[in-house]
């Protein structure tokens, strides 16, 4: 699997698969939540209505509708509470869940947002230590990973994890059906 990493926004990828940084109730939110129903309309709201919540450290798909992608793939971060609950185990689990889930949809390319390190307030060197080393240990179907930094510092945290800066926002990597 190939990982690269961006600044952009997660909305515009043309990848067959965007990861949402959600809640339990999948029913939307602030954040990249909120941007990823601004841009995918209406249908999806009803459409992770139907899914029932989703768990911390599990992942559920949805079709991207008005979105570029053809998936999006709810994930439900950990709160961060000082790191003595598990939270560590939980954000692995998030990227693991999302790759087997991406890899079931026969998706193989996929974007991520730093899952936990906004209103989760995940301490975002360490989110993204996990983040790389996880999807590292992974194998998978899914060809190409775009971690999605939304600022530099981001950016640079995980070019720091030895990912390569990816080359343009807009390459078209979207399977053919
Ligand atoms: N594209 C890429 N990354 C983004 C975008 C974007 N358009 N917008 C924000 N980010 P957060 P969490 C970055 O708070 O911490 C929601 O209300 C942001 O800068 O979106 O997992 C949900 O409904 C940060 O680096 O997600 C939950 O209730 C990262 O995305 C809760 O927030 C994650 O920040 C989840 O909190």
Redesign the pocket.
Known sequence: MELEVIV????RQKVDAIVN???Q?LL?????????HRAAGPRLLEACAKLGGCHTGDAKATPGFDLPCRWVIHT??P?WYGGGGGEDLALASCYRRSIEVADRLGATTVAF??????????P?DQAAAIAVSTLRSLTAKVRRVRL????QR?FRLLERQGVEPGSSEDFDSLTPP
């Not at 947002?113 to 995940?122: R, V």
């Open positions: 952009g926004d997660i909305t940084a959600a809640n109730t939307g939110g602030g954040g990249v939540d909120g941007a990823i439900v971060g709160v947002p730093a899952i936990s390190t906004g209103a989760y307030g995940f975002p999605i930094a939304f600022d981001t």
